[in-house]
């Protein structure tokens, strides 16, 4: 079992960055593939990124592709989302996820973070 806890989230510019961390319990995090999901209202929870368990595997939803880059330190225990360039359509919420499959589909994942929120204002 792992507890995640999301951070980094706050109100930024358009064509600004931020970095979202997600820090895990336990000392099995590395065994887990990890993701970044996003809901914004009214819309369903979208997939944002994916990593390997050795952070050698990555995969993107092409609305972020080269702007968005997703990293992991099994050491740390912690999982990144490094967002360049954002626009107002990156706003929702942030989630990571763990789970033991490497795929874009959320129902998938065993364990989620309560999520932080990124405003991206015009």
């Known amino acids: 079992q792992v507890q995640l806890v999301e951070s980094g989230g706050r109100l930024v510019q358009a064509g600004g960055s931020l970095r979202l961390s997600c820090a895990a319990s336990?000392?099995?995090?590395?065994?887990?593939?990890m993701g970044w999901f996003r809901q914004a209202p009214g819309k369903d929870r979208e997939f944002v990124a994916i990593?390997?368990?050795?952070?050698?595997?990555?995969s993107y939803n092409d609305s972020v592709k080269g702007r968005f880059t997703i990293s992991r330190d099994n050491a740390k225990n912690t999982l990144y989302l490094q967002m360049n360039n954002v626009k107002p359509e990156d706003t929702a919420v942030y989630y990571c996820?763990?789970?033991?499959?490497?795929?874009?589909?959320?129902?998938?994942?065993?364990?989620w973070g309560q999520g932080t929120q990124v405003t991206v204002s015009s």
């Open positions: 990593i390997g368990r050795s952070g050698g595997t990555t």
């Open positions: 996820a763990a789970g033991g499959t490497y795929t874009r589909y959320y129902s998938s994942y065993d364990y």
């Open positions: 336990g000392r099995t995090f590395s065994t887990y593939v």
